[in-house]
């Protein structure tokens, strides 16, 4: 919210650095086209990853010559991140950095800035997450032992949510509540506004948690640190001191309270390696979510075709989107969207994260690419599912893109590797058959799901970022499988599968490790009229007539004798090649 009101920049991340000549806005391939359209004359496009182009550090230290201090609101940057850049400033310009307690875009808001949501917390049942949150506790407490740690802080919002088995509705999209959380060898506090809390809730807490107002994590955390300080003074000299563990991901402003980076272990949170890996009530409900949300895919498809194609009736994007959440809302355990559905015709195809605007959006081009990413939340888990389709004749040349797209999609899904593999290497599965025509695109090929949590998830996924070698894919990992291609000005393709990583029996067992590989969920047609057969071998050609007899049998029983329209689009569009 702070950065699109700053600049009018929207996308889900970017970085936006002002001084007192100049501002700029810093942000990856998926938003270049976005921010072009949305950032006025004021701004300068820092597209990062390209060549010869700063990255947003590198562009603040050429900022600051002359020693020129630098402010940065400590509770948005981590702190590496803020090391980094106090390093750089110091050895090229003299100058530093400082972190501010209040946020300059937050002071020019000011009362106009919007009020924090107070949604009720709600408690998610043990048969949609599988294990006790006490139990989940106790795990994190062996970790502590591990690192002989005083305690453990936890600020991701998705990692609290998933550790005390509670769900919110504090950020759009994402079932995720304002709070902070501590776990120490004997204590498990949760700060939280108590006016969220139900009494159901605090039933279920119960006495193994400590509630304690948001606003008193900072004050807790710095008293904590100067307790454990003076406890560690008393001890004998050679007793190590212990470190509170924080994430990598944690804010500055908790580093800094805690004494700096001397006085805490940064690391990956152990929360949130162990939340990544489902166990099997969430792999089970992963699977029946997906079900019912392509069944739901499958209806909007056939529904949009026909008003198209056969009515002539004018739909925007916006309309069209609001058709399939209509549909999605239907559905057994629905509770929402699980991001902004990305409804996009034509030229706005290749718009990578285009958000289509109630009023300002393009109509529906029948004859010309229809792409659409989407998902929902269920209570049994999170679905991001990507289909391009064409209700017209499309090119050959989008033809040809599309196919090439889907033996990606095949090869990343069907391939087969060792325990201790990481996203990384996987990458150029997926790209390979672009690569082979030069061809790209600028986004990751995967990223972890949440169950009934963010639909962008870490630590792991598929793509050439660095933090991707920093986790092997495991057993229970669920990742997004999505290659893409996109032309600006004419079209894009991106074909999304949810997949989940497991054990696989193989001939073989070189080095006697276990072997790995993935299981698709997604169940939603491929578009034939945009398949050139030509393109696919005989073991991929096999693949997606076996998966189109899969979609067709888990689905029809929402059509049969129900809905004859949706059923002739299945039929039609599951037939083997």
């Known amino acids: 919210m702070k950065l699109e009101y700053i600049c009018g920049f929207s996308g889900s991340a970017g970085t936006a650095v002002i001084t007192l000549e100049k501002a700029a806005l810093a942000t990856d391939g998926r938003y270049f086209n976005q921010a072009s359209k949305q950032l006025d004359s004021n701004w300068l496009l820092l597209k990062q990853g390209l060549e010869d182009v700063p990255t947003w550090q590198e562009w603040t230290v050429d900022q600051s010559e002359g020693g020129k201090t630098v402010g940065v609101d400590s509770t ?62 106790e795990d994190s407490r062996k970790e502590l032992e591990k690192k002989k740690s005083a305690g453990l802080i936890i600020s991701m919002l998705d990692e609290i949510a998933w550790l005390y088995n509670l769900r919110g509705n504090d950020i759009p999209y994402n079932p995720v509540f304002f709070s902070y959380a501590i776990i120490t060898p004997t204590t498990s506090t949760l700060y939280v506004d108590s006016g969220k809390l139900s009494p159901e809730v605090k039933a279920h807490l119960g006495d193994a948690v400590h509630l304690r107002p948001y606003e008193a994590i900072f004050d807790d955390v710095k008293a904590m640190a100067g307790s454990e300080s003076q406890t560690n003074g008393d001890a004998k000299p050679e007793a190590p ?103 996009s015709t034509g030229p706005n195809a290749a718009v990578i994260h285009y958000k289509p605007e109630r009023g300002n959006c393009a109509t529906v081009d029948p004859n010309a690419i229809y792409l659409c990413d989407s998902g929902a939340q269920y209570l049994d888990g999170t679905t991001d599912t990507t289909r391009t389709l064409h209700f017209g004749t499309p090119t050959e040349l989008e033809r040809k893109a ?13 391939v087969v590797f060792p325990k201790g593999t990481n996203g990384l290497a996987l990458d150029t599965l997926a790209r390979q058959f672009l690569w082979e025509e030069g061809l790209d695109y600028r986004h990751g090929t995967g990223h972890g799901v949440g169950s009934f949590l963010n639909v962008h998830e870490g630590p792991i996924g598929v793509g050439t970022r660095v933090q991707y070698t920093e986790v092997a894919l495991s057993a229970g990992n669920v990742i997004s499988d999505e290659p893409g291609y996109y032309e600006d000005g004419n079209f894009g393709i991106r074909i999304e599968n949810i997949i989940m990583c497991q054990e696989v029996k193989t ?39 076996a998966y189109h007899v899969e979609v067709l049998d888990k689905t029809r029983e929402y059509f049969e004798g129900r809905d004859e329209r949706t059923m002739k689009w299945l039929m039609r569009e599951t037939r083997p090649i």
């Open 76 to 137: 948005v940057i981590t702190a590496s991140d803020a090391r980094k850049l106090a390093e750089k400033l110091k050895k090229k310009t003299g100058g530093k950095l400082i972190g501010l307690t209040t946020n300059l875009v937050d002071e020019v808001w000011g009362k106009d800035r919007p009020s924090r949501t107070n949604e009720k917390v709600k408690v998610l049942d043990l048969k949609f997450n599988g294990k006790k949150f006490q139990d989940k506790i």
């Open 241 to 343: 001191t212990k470190k509170f563990m924080i994430s990598t991901k944690a804010s500055w402003a908790l580093s800094l309270i805690l004494g700096g980076e001397e006085k805490v272990d940064e690391m990956r949170s152990p929360v949130g390696d162990a939340k990544a890996i489902k166990n099997k009530t969430e792999l089970e409900g992963m699977r029946q979510c997906h079900i019912r949300d392509g069944a739901a895919l499958s209806e909007y498809f056939a529904w949009l075709e026909d008003e198209l194609t056969v009515k002539g009736t004018k739909l925007d994007e916006v309309e069209a989107a609001d058709m399939l959440e209509k549909i999605r809302s239907k559905h057994k355990n629905f509770v929402g969207l699980s991001f902004d559905t990305i409804s």
């Open 402 to 414: 599309y196919t090439l797209v889907l033996k990606g999609v095949i090869a990343l899904e069907k």
């Open 507 to 545: 001939t073989h067992s070189f080095g006697e490790k276990p072997w790995l590989g993935f299981e698709h969920v997604t169940m939603v047609p491929m578009c034939a009229k945009l398949i050139d057969e030509s393109l696919l071998t005989p073991r991929e050609k096999k693949w997606l007539n």
